[in-house]
Nanobody, 123 residues
C-alpha cells in the first residue's frame, strides 16, 4: 500500500505561483510513476502532469505546458508540482497519483490517489 499526502495548496492571485508537494509512504516510491490531476467544481477530474520513476521523463497537459513543472526527490519520497503564471481557470482540487507501472498506465488508471489540496486563483 502507498499513501499519498498533498500539501501546498492555497489562495493566490492570477500570475502568481504555488508549489504543491506530495509525500508518499512506502519504500518502493522510487519505482512508481507519479502524476497530478485536478478537478474543478462541477467538472471531471483531468490529467495535469506526470513524471517517470527516475524523473527523467515528464508529460504535461496542453493547458499547463510552459507554466507547470513536475519534479521528484526519491530520497525524500516526495513529488512536486511547481505552478507558475497561475490563471483563474487553474482553480481546482489537485490530486497526486501513483502507478506501479508506466506513465501511460498512471494517466489512465492510477493505483493510488491522495486526498487532494485546494488551489484557488483569484482574478
Amino acid at each position: 500500500q502507498v499513501q499519498l499526502v498533498e500539501s501546498g495548496g492555497g489562495l493566490v492571485q492570477a500570475g502568481g505561483s504555488l508549489r504543491l508537494s506530495c509525500a508518499a509512504s512506502g519504500r518502493t516510491f522510487s519505482s512508481y510513476a507519479m502524476g497530478w490531476f485536478r478537478q474543478a467544481p462541477g467538472k471531471e477530474r483531468k490529467f495535469v502532469a506526470a513524471i517517470s520513476w527516475s524523473g527523467s521523463t515528464t508529460y504535461y497537459a496542453d493547458s499547463v505546458k510552459g507554466r507547470f513543472t513536475s519534479s521528484r526527490d526519491n530520497a525524500k519520497n516526495t513529488v512536486y508540482l511547481q505552478m507558475n503564471s497561475l490563471k483563474p481557470e487553474d482553480t481546482a482540487v489537485y490530486y497526486c497519483a501513483a502507478s506501479v507501472l508506466t506513465i501511460p498506465t498512471m494517466i489512465a488508471a492510477p493505483d493510488y490517489w491522495g486526498q487532494g489540496t485546494q488551489v484557488t486563483v483569484s482574478s
